[in-house]
């Protein structure tokens, strides 16, 4: 008896060491896998924020922009010799003489038609412009002078925020020394400052970079989320209802499930190639217009909200229709007036994140043309235009170092539409949603 007892209490130290050994064992690979968990977390919030950090870094600049102060003599002799203030007169007078005078008595010591050349080119051509509509808006100023702040040339606004080496080779940088020392004289003199850049936020693209703006495809990609918004919700909202409320469910109505959900899956450029075959090949729609566009944009969003709608009526608990019903609603007073409204909430965020998805979409537009180079902003449905993504791209394929910074600062408008259009949907779901 005493050798059994004895045997069973050697036993029990035994098994203890064993389960606690055990139960140590599987607390380290807890920790570990926790340890492995955060480190992806980190690891992963690094990569965002240095990617923030550097599209941030490179274009927060371009959000000003350099002006010269120019004395300006507006010369009737130059701009309306005859004196008859004729509209069309003062439209087509050589307002860029103005501009070059100005430098000229600025600078009186340069001579030599390259030097001159060299010379003109640290100011903008749309200083012309400038001068052009100050004229016809108020033809009182032809015979007067006065000083006025003037566009800089992307290279001197380059130079100013320091993103040009000055002490690089003469073959590395297109501004000569020369150049700098004009630069340099008229930073001294207090004629060059840097300006809140609005015309990045109402202009068009063009081949210079002090002129390009975002103004074209800011409305372009608008009027694309206008067309796919009036489209895509009505429709996917009334699908999801059908699906989930009144279609029999049979391999019909299967089919038609398992293919919307296909489609959530399928490659943007897909809906692109689409949109060419049947709007524009098909029905000759105009190319490159924001009509198209929100078209493609609308089969390309219409899964996304319809999977949305059907998880927020599936959210909605029976009880609600059961009660409906019990009091003599009929099935469709029932989901109109009871189960559509506790649903809306989560039909209009899984719409908000279909808009948000296709306001960052680039590969479907391309395929519809919207690629092109467009100078006017749009003005309407049909005219030609582009989109916001799409600008980034074709700014990305440029060669000058301002359409970097420009590239960025659109980057940095982009992601803050996205980021917005994200919170509001988060917002709407926790404030409005029910959980039941």
Not at 338 to 364: F, Y
Request: aromatic fraction near 8%; charge should be neutral; glycine fraction near 8%.
């Amino acid at each position: 008896m005493t050798s059994l007892n004895g045997s069973t209490a050697g036993r029990r130290p035994k098994n203890r060491d064993l389960i606690a050994a055990g139960l140590k064992r599987r607390h380290a690979a807890e920790k570990r896998f926790q340890l492995m968990g955060a480190m992806a977390v980190g690891l992963s919030l690094a990569f965002l924020s240095f990617l923030f950090v550097s599209i941030i870094a490179k274009g927060y600049s371009a959000f000003q922009r350099t002006h010269v102060l120019l004395d300006i003599q507006f010369e009737e002799v130059l701009i309306d010799p005859v004196g008859e203030r004729d509209a069309q007169t003062l439209s087509d007078a050589n307002y860029a003489v103005l501009v070059r005078n100005a430098l000229k008595e600025l600078f009186p010591d340069v001579s030599g038609r390259r030097d001159q050349r060299a010379l003109y080119k640290l100011v903008s051509s749309s200083a012309s412009l400038y001068l052009r509509e100050l004229v016809i808006d108020d033809p009182a100023l032809i015979g007067t002078s006065m000083q006025l702040w003037v566009t800089a040339d992307d290279e001197v606004d380059m130079l100013i925020k320091g993103h040009l080496d000055r002490d690089a080779p003469g073959s590395a940088r297109r501004f000569g020394a020369k150049q700098i020392a004009w630069v340099d004289e008229l930073e001294q003199a207090g004629r060059l400052t840097k300006r809140f850049n609005m015309p990045f936020f109402t202009s068009g693209d063009s081949r210079e970079p002090e002129q390009a703006g975002i103004g074209g495809a800011l409305v372009g990609s608008f009027l694309m989320l206008i067309v796919t918004v009036v489209l895509a919700f009505p429709i996917g909202a009334a699908t999801a209802v059908y699906l989930e409320e009144f279609a029999p469910k049979n391999k019909w109505t299967d089919l038609i499930e398992v293919n919307i959900n296909n489609l959530a899956a399928v490659p943007s450029i897909v809906f692109g190639l689409l949109g060419l075959a049947v709007f524009i090949n098909f029905f000759h729609l105009p190319r490159s217009a924001p009509l198209v566009g929100g078209l493609v944009l609308t089969l390309m969003t219409l899964p996304t909200i319809i999977i949305a709608g059907r998880a927020a009526l599936q959210a909605v608990p029976p009880s609600i229709r059961e009660a409906a019903l019990g009091v003599g609603a009929s099935k469709m007073q029932m989901v109109a007036h009871h189960v559509l409204p506790l649903a809306l909430p989560g039909l209009l965020t899984g719409t908000i994140i279909g808009m948000a998805r296709a306001l960052g979409e680039t590969a479907p537009l391309l395929m519809i043309g919207m690629v092109a180079f467009i100078v006017d902003v749009p003005s309407g449905f049909t005219d030609p235009s582009t989109a916001l993504p799409v600008q980034i791209y074709l700014w990305a394929d440029s060669p000058e170092r301002a359409f970097v910074e420009l590239t960025s600062a659109a980057i940095m408008v982009l992601l803050a539409f996205l980021l917005v259009m994200n919170g509001a949907a988060v917002v709407l779901r926790n404030r409005f949603e029910k959980r039941w």
